[in-house]
């Protein structure tokens, strides 16, 4: 009976797979590239939270893969020519694949590095940014503003027993797309502190 226990319990150790939490805060902002009625962008503070499924194989060079769903709030601090300051929000249900390359250079302790393939929608935006055009019509600006959104990243990370601490850095590859703001895109770095079960 005790051996049994003994077993299943290093059995469970040894699993290849491992699900977690985690949350953190982001600096995901606006940019601009090309011409349009805008000049400046900064990124404010947001937040993200999620889980996430982590498969791992390999020895003391390992690798993982490591799909998540993430919920992310990101602002941005507008400047157009003549307005300033206008907060701009976008709420987006992110779906990341990491792969990962990492040393087991302890029981505990494994640093890495990851890159990233990921697919956004777009759950809300609010802000001013959008409607303070010339002649602007709302529910043109609306119908024009893509929901999805492909990117990719790169970052770094490490994990210590059953928490992992992770930086990394996004860009999406497809832009706004709006009548009038056809030129933005969205990038931003994002850290976050997880909990693996």
Known sequence: ????????????????????????????????YGT??????????????????????????????????????SSTDADLIYYTDMITTLQTIDIPVNFKVGLQLSKIFRPYLLGTIYGSYVVSYEGDLFYHVDDYNESVIKSNINKLFFGVGAGMGFDIWKFQVEGRYRWNMNRINSEY???????????SCAFLF
């Not at 003994?6 to 985690?22: D, F, L």
């Open 1 to 32: 009976m005790i051996f049994a226990c003994v077993i299943s319990n290093v059995s469970a150790q040894e699993r290849p797979w491992r699900i977690g939490v985690k949350a953190g805060v982001n600096f995901i902002h606006l940019e601009n």
């Open 181 to 191: 703001f056809s030129a933005l895109k969205q990038q931003g770095l994002e850290i």
């Open 36 to 73: 349009g009625y805008y000049s400046d962008f900064e990124a404010k503070s947001g937040w993200t939270f999620g889980a996430f499924f982590q498969y791992k194989f390999g020895g003391f060079v390992n690798y993982s893969i490591v799909p998540e769903i993430i919920f992310t709030n």
